[in-house]
């Protein structure tokens, strides 16, 4: 059974703050390593996606790749009350091409 | 900018009626997923497509759920009879073959089942 955790939350920041949203994977054959990010009520809509070791930077979010730990994770810098919403981690593996994803952390960003 | 459509957005069936949704994924996405989220969990994948072949449905309930595919773009997914337990969200993504490809979701469906 391929597996992907993540802590399910709240995680609160205050506003201004950095939020990292941690994520860990099972199958070592996955090949490319995504986050959405999701609104009540809404369908996911994708921030990032990362396939190799190390950082990804993208505005105020910088994905992290770390293959041999199995760990994926989110940086939000200079959080903001609309970053407000569930995020879901997703793996995708080499094979077939599933998306797996994980159960998602919540994030709660104070003003 | 390029969308993966579905529809209805909304939809409210009876117990042991028939329902069905439709997407279309982004042209020139041979992929395309369905996946069904309960509240407070992640998409559950239920039926993978590679153009109009099915990948992957392990986890379809195939004695009330169908998917088909038939050109290879636009798919239907279709529940019936529904039970109350099929109530959530039903998502459809797409995403190219080639490479490192990112996947992209539609609006998707809310079901409720009465």
């Known amino acids: 059974q391929k597996e992907v955790e993540q802590n399910s939350g709240p995680l609160s920041v205050p506003e201004g703050a950095i939020a990292s949203l941690n994520c860990t994977y099972s199958?070592?054959?996955?090949?490319?390593f995504f986050w959405y990010r999701q609104y009540s009520g809404k369908s996911p809509e994708l921030i990032m996606f990362?396939?190799?070791?190390g950082d990804k930077e993208d505005g105020r979010f910088t994905a992290q790749l770390n293959k041999a730990s199995q760990y994926v994770s989110l940086l939000i810098r200079d959080s903001q009350p609309s970053d407000s919403a569930t995020y879901l981690c997703?793996?995708?593996?080499?094979?077939?091409?599933?998306?797996?994803f994980g159960s998602g952390t919540r994030l709660q960003v104070q003003p | 900018e390029a969308e993966v459509a579905q529809s209805p957005r909304y939809k409210i069936t009876e117990k042991s009626q028939a329902v069905a949704f439709w997407c279309d994924p982004i042209?020139?996405?041979?992929?395309l997923y369905w996946y069904r989220q309960i509240l407070g969990q992640g998409p559950e994948l239920l039926v993978q497509?590679?153009?109009?072949?099915?990948?992957?449905d392990s986890q379809l309930p195939k004695d009330r759920f169908s998917a088909e595919r038939l050109k290879g773009v636009d798919s239907t997914l279709k529940i019936q009879p529904a039970e109350l337990g099929d109530s959530a969200m039903y998502l459809c993504?797409?995403?190219?073959?080639?490479?490192?490809?990112?996947?992209?979701f539609g609006q998707g469906t809310r079901l409720t089942v009465v």
């Open positions: 993504a797409s995403s190219t073959t080639g490479g490192y490809t990112e996947a992209f």
């Open positions: 199958d070592r054959g996955s090949q490319s």
């Open positions: 990362i396939y190799s070791n």
């Open positions: 997703a793996v995708m593996d080499t094979g077939r091409r599933a998306l797996t």
């Open positions: 042209s020139g996405h041979a992929t």
């Open positions: 497509f590679q153009d109009e072949s099915v990948v992957d």
